[in-house]
């Protein structure tokens, strides 16, 4: 890479470029991190006895997770939750992405894209908050649902995790759409025309040869949600009921209320190792690589 | 005619667009049938109409006695060969091959028989468990041709399906498309702008222009007989003298050439010529030969202005003395070896040619047609060809 540079820029550029470089990922990326992993492995001391005998490494911060019945409850039902949230996001974007990509006119689908993007202008909070206002006990929703006879009395969309997924996929629909938007487009009109030429139906056609070729972009897609939904703060915050809360808001419980960073450490650095074995889990399973996602 | 595919009264327009003018032709089970034309000519619209994927705007597409209206592409009794392939990427060539059959619920066992046969019949036998990326262009293309056969087809369509291939490769494969026809017996329509391709392998051909059949026949008769101008000079090479006619006597019609004075050509099939009315006549250049000074008959004198050696023969680009319009002339290497010092840019030198090769046509203001892509250029008013260049949306 090196070397590439200081044929294109000089060699000062060249270094200056890499020294930036190195020094961007060093102090902002791998020491915060670093210095995360080894609170996570030291127990929760007063200053005062800090560098004391009983400064030490020790796993006990870890253990803490198995240990307690309820945050371990938490923490598989987190990922069980981000694994129906990406799936649901998943259903909801694949119709849209083909409509976009191949049904739609150039200015049916630029309309579309812009009407997806636009409520992305609003802040995450705010837009969580108005599901909250449609989702709620007397809420639009229930009205219309009530007006319209459909059901006899309101419905408690924000107990349990309904609301929670809901507001999850709307946030992070974006995120499913766009790679799975440019992953069909890519694929040559004619390969749908000859599906069906040779008899395929809809169903085939799709599941035979657009799904296949979509498949590096199916993989980003989920890969992205389910981090996103897996690392969510604010949306189980807002629309989760106290029975629904999210592995994320024991780890903020930990750092800012409980004032115990080393467990707070252990807790994110495990949500961490579970999502870089999901991801690892997907590309495994859609038999993509990094360099395929990266595209 | 055991009529396989029938166009009855085919109409199809895009918005105010007219692509195909009304059209009624049927192609007869087992028949090789090409249409031809240049690039926005309709051609590729009549395949979408024949294929599905475009409903005509009036008129019915029968294909094996039934009516097609409301038979989607999936359910249709064709099989099309697409310009680009469209091979299966991510398949392996047996899996290509089998789609159709494995959409069609046949069960596994029985697919590969198909698959195996099919390879053998393009031979291309051993290669089923290879990936369509790892085929040559040659391979590709004939696996296509076996995908598109698995599902035993009636009409076989064919898209263009060798421009992408290099010359030699396009010439072996035309030899084998008319072999795998014969041997299957199958119906193929074959689209194409490239004449050599539509005469060398069907039995009749359509020549298009402007979403309007202009002559449907088999080569021979196309080649020799053309009926209109744009025929004239879109199949073959052909140059194009503005004459009147003077009388006909069956065949043989006496001409006014104007500053050429009288020359002499055979009417074209079935055309009406009036005494006294402005035609065009139309010599390919293969039949004119120079004339010695003892010679009779009608005589273009002409002065030669650039010589192509074509290795099995000349070309010559001359312009006659008289009118100052382009003439060109093909000799074969024989009368250039005798003529070889007369043949220089800057010498004179006359052409005969036998009226029994030269078509006289009414003057259709026949279209202006560009050497080299083939495109129509312009035609003058009363004649159907529109202002060239346009494309017709052919999806």
């Not at chain 2, 009304?22 to 294929?51: D, H, Q, V, W, Y």
């Not at chain 2, 369509?157 to 795998?180: F, G, N, T, V, Y």
């Amino acid at each position: 890479m090196f070397r590439q540079l200081s044929e294109r820029f000089g060699r000062p550029v060249a270094m200056a470029i890499l020294t930036l470089l190195g020094m961007w990922l060093m102090v902002m990326v791998t020491l915060p991190q670093l210095q995360m992993i080894d609170y996570s492995f030291r127990p929760n001391l007063l200053p005062a006895q800090l560098g004391g005998p009983e400064d030490v490494w020790t796993l006990s911060n870890y253990v803490t997770l198995f240990n307690n019945e309820i945050h371990r409850a938490i923490f598989f039902k987190t990922l069980w939750s981000s694994v129906l949230v990406t799936l649901l996001t998943l259903v909801v974007s694949y119709p849209l992405a083909y409509y976009l990509a191949k049904v739609a006119t150039p200015r049916q689908a630029a309309l579309c894209i812009l009407l997806l993007i636009i409520p992305f202008w609003i802040n995450e909070i705010l837009r969580t908050y108005s599901w909250f206002i449609i989702l709620a006990f007397r809420g639009p929703l229930n009205e219309i649902l009530l007006a319209l006879g459909l059901i006899d009395r309101p419905i408690r969309f924000l107990s349990g995790d309904g609301g929670v997924m809901v507001g999850m996929v709307y946030a992070y629909i974006l995120f499913m759409v766009f790679p799975l938007y440019n992953a069909i487009e890519s694929l040559d009109d004619n390969q749908i025309r000859a599906a069906r030429d040779l008899g395929a139906g809809n169903v085939r056609t799709h599941w035979r040869i657009v799904i296949p070729h979509a498949k590096p972009g199916i993989a980003t897609g989920c890969i992205m949600t389910f981090m996103l939904a897996a690392g969510s703060y604010a949306v189980p915050a807002l629309l989760g009921s106290p029975g629904s809360r999210w592995f994320t808001q024991i780890i903020y419980n930990w750092f800012f209320e409980g004032g115990n960073w080393n467990q707070g450490a252990a807790y994110a650095f495990l949500l961490l190792v579970l999502c870089i074995g999901f991801m690892s889990l997907v590309m495994k399973f859609f038999k993509v690589g990094l360099g395929d996602i990266a595209k | 005619m055991d009529s396989n595919v029938k166009l009855d009264e085919v109409v199809m327009r895009f918005g105010d667009f007219t692509a195909i003018e009304r059209t009624s032709l049927e192609i007869a089970s087992g028949e090789f049938f090409s249409f031809l034309g240049p690039s926005g000519c309709g051609k590729t619209t009549i395949l979408n109409m024949i294929s599905g994927f475009l409903r005509p705007s009036e008129g019915q597409v029968w294909i094996g006695g039934e009516p097609m209206a409301g038979v989607p592409v999936n359910r249709r009794p064709t099989a099309m060969i697409f310009q680009n392939l469209a091979l299966f990427p991510l398949m392996t060539v047996f899996e290509n091959i089998e789609f159709g059959l494995e959409v069609r619920g046949v069960d596994k066992r029985k697919r590969r028989e198909v698959s195996e046969r099919l390879l053998a019949l393009v031979a291309l036998e051993g290669s089923g468990s290879k990936l369509v990326t790892e085929l040559s262009g040659g391979q590709k293309q004939r696996i296509a041709i076996a995908r598109a056969l698995a599902v035993e087809p009636r009409v076989l369509l064919l898209d263009e399906p060798l421009s992408a291939l290099d010359l030699k490769l396009r010439q072996h494969m035309r030899a084998e498309l008319k072999a795998i026809q014969r041997k299957t017996g199958i119906t193929f329509i074959y689209i194409t702008h490239d004449q050599g391709e539509a005469l060398t392998m069907s039995d009749r051909v359509a020549v298009m222009s402007a979403g309007r059949i202009q002559q449907v026949a088999d080569p021979m008769t196309l080649y020799r007989s053309p009926r209109t101008g744009f025929v004239a000079s879109f199949v073959g090479e052909n140059n194009r003298l503005e004459v009147k006619v003077i009388d006909r006597e069956g065949e043989r019609v006496r001409l006014d050439g104007g500053a050429l004075g009288s020359l002499m050509g055979r009417a074209g099939d079935d055309v009406v010529l009036a005494n006294g009315q402005a035609a065009a006549l139309y010599i390919r250049p293969e039949h004119l030969r120079p004339l010695g000074d003892g010679d009779s008959g009608p005589r273009l004198e002409t002065t030669i202005e650039a010589v192509h050696f074509e290795g099995a023969w000349l070309m010559l680009e001359t312009r006659l003395e008289a009118s100052g319009e382009k003439l060109r002339v093909q000799l074969g290497s024989e009368l250039a070896k005798r003529a070889a010092q007369a043949l220089e840019p800057g010498r004179q030198i006359d052409f005969g040619f036998d009226p029994e090769e030269a078509v006289v046509l009414p003057d259709d203001g026949s279209p202006m047609v560009d050497e080299a892509t083939g495109e129509v250029l312009e035609v003058a008013p009363g004649g159907n060809a529109k202002v060239g260049g346009e494309h017709v949306p052919s999806a």
